[in-house]
């Protein structure tokens, strides 16, 4: 969403955002205390200027956020 708002412009070339949204989703990646990753998140969009999946994915997992989906996960 802060892409879409922010950098509209960029959002037509906005590539697996459901992908994203999914995965961290059902990996719970927000869980806990999500706000220093929320504003990591924030400050690298704000560095990108658009959304990158794979800078958001690896940003995610050098704050300890596993978005890994096993069966056993999921159950």
């Not at 806990?32 to 690298?44: K, V």
């Amino acid at each position: 969403m802060y892409v879409r708002y922010h950098y509209f412009d960029k959002w037509d070339e906005a590539k697996c955002v459901d992908e994203y949204i999914l995965r961290a989703s059902l990996a719970a990646a927000f869980s806990g205390q999500p706000d220093n990753l929320l504003d990591a998140i924030t400050a690298r969009l704000v560095a990108l200027k658009s959304f990158d999946l794979d800078e958001l994915f690896g940003l995610m997992r050098a704050q300890g956020r596993s978005l890994e989906l096993t069966e056993d996960r999921l159950w």
